[in-house]
């Protein structure tokens, strides 16, 4: 079996400054697509939005999932784009006259693929540039899939030789500045993984409505953008007792649990069917809640038929403790969801 690869010629063309290389198009009114946000103003949104979510969890949660720098890597994760192949990409995509950048001549778009595109050059040049562990895989499966980097150096032909990873090392020293941050340290894998989470979700929202025209400043609308996601800390109806949220008295096995449940953790509650195995759970979860201690609950169940069983259910005690003006709703997210609330579809939309 033959491996055939497609490459270009040695890019001639002088390298753009990394604050001109754009980062995305958008649509006018007129139905012009024009050339949108820089590299940088995006990737400074970016890093601006995963700050604001990591601001939106509880203190203690925060401190213990996050590592210091996170936003960084989520605003270092499209360095990438600033490569002679990306920039004609954009300036391809734009109608014509509606693009500021220059030819790159000689430059076929589609060729990126061979090496995972934009998010595969942030891969490289992070490692290049001696990014901590982790760090580098994170940029490069921004958009959820990792990117066959092995054979590339950072400043490869391809990538616009050495004068190109010249500006991405430019662009990251500027976001450094900018974010007040540096590379974080990141010890294990389920780190990393949530950071991975935190990158993909914040280029989201950070590419989303809000700051498609770039000529609107974006520094307010990072709230509003959070906001619009279903990123908003609920609000719920304090101190409430559990037969205020149930309409009973609590039975024993639901009164050990409640006792015994003052701070996060795992807890087990074994008892018979029918003696209320739910609501002890839910009404835990509200009093940490309440307390500040937790910022959500998922519950998990192994079928459909459960699920939709406890989604009713679930849906009823979020109507007895939350606050009156509290615009949350509980999600019902399997396969087949999307049949029970049309509202939310197949997307399962914040």
């Not at 001639?12 to 995305?24: L, N, T, Y």
């Not at 449940?261 to 029918?274: D, T």
């Not at 979860?285 to 459960?306: E, K, N, W």
């Amino acid at each position: 079996m033959a491996l055939i690869l497609y490459l270009n010629k040695k890019n001639s063309a002088p390298p753009i400054d990394f604050r001109d290389c754009p980062a995305k198009t958008y649509l006018d009114s007129n139905g012009n697509v024009r050339q949108g946000r820089s590299v940088l103003n995006h990737c400074e949104i970016v890093g601006a939005v995963a700050a604001e979510i990591i601001s939106r969890y509880p203190e203690e949660m925060r401190n213990a999932l996050f590592v210091t720098g996170a936003p960084l890597v989520a605003a270092a994760h499209d360095i990438g784009k600033v490569s002679p192949y990306f920039v004609e990409k954009i300036r391809q995509a734009c109608t014509p006259g509606f693009s500021s950048v220059a030819a790159q001549q000689g430059i076929n778009p589609k060729l990126e693929s061979q090496w995972g595109g934009h998010a595969g050059v942030s891969q490289v040049t992070a490692k290049a540039l001696a990014a901590p562990k982790y760090v580098p895989e994170v940029l490069g499966q921004h958009h959820g899939f990792s990117p066959n980097v092995a054979i590339y150096r950072s400043d490869a032909d391809v990538f616009g030789g050495k004068a190109w990873q010249e500006q991405r090392e430019a662009l990251v020293a500027e976001l450094k500045k900018l974010l007040s941050n540096d590379w974080p340290k990141i010890e294990s894998v389920p780190q990393a993984r949530l950071l991975s989470g935190l990158t993909s979700v914040s280029d989201w929202i950070g590419s989303g409505p809000f700051f498609e025209n770039p000529a609107t400043p974006w520094e307010g609308n990072i709230s509003r953008a959070l906001d619009d996601a279903g990123f908003i800390p609920p609000t719920y109806q304090p101190g409430l007792s559990f037969q205020q949220v149930f309409g009973f008295v609590p039975h024993q096995a639901q009164q050990q649990l409640i006792d015994a449940v003052s701070s996060p953790g795992v807890y087990v509650l074994e008892a018979p069917m029918g003696m209320g195995k739910t609501e002890a759970a839910l009404y835990v979860a509200y009093r940490m809640l309440d307390s500040g201690q937790a910022s959500g609950i998922y519950f998990a169940l192994p079928t459909q038929l459960t699920s939709n069983k406890i989604y009713e259910r679930f849906s009823q005690f979020l109507s007895s403790t939350l606050a009156q003006d509290c615009r949350h709703r509980s999600l019902l997210l399997h396969g087949k969801a999307w049949l029970l609330d049309t509202e939310m579809g197949e997307e399962g939309r914040p």
